[in-house]
């Protein structure tokens, strides 16, 4: 499980979301439920706590 560091982008609640997989995936911002703001918002992806956050890998073909 990687932790990653989310910041709501209407109310800038920052907070520690744990998954099994790599969010960058989704680019730099990902939708969830902020609890301050009781709704479901855009949610930065800031980073990793602990700074080993999974790279993306893709293969170029030539």
Same mark, same amino acid.
């Given at each position: ?13 920052? &907070?520690?979301?744990?998954? *099994? ?5 989704? *680019? ?9 703001c009781k709704?479901? &918002? /855009?949610?930065?992806?800031? *980073? ?13 073909? /030539?």
């Amino acid at each position: 499980m990687t932790k990653w560091i989310l910041k709501c982008m209407t109310c800038g609640e920052e &907070r520690i979301f744990e998954a *099994g997989f790599n969010l960058t995936i989704f *680019g730099s911002k990902i939708y969830l439920y902020c609890k301050k703001c009781k709704a479901n &918002r /855009d949610q930065l992806i800031m *980073g990793c706590v602990d700074d080993t956050c999974p790279t993306v890998k893709v293969d170029v073909i /030539d």
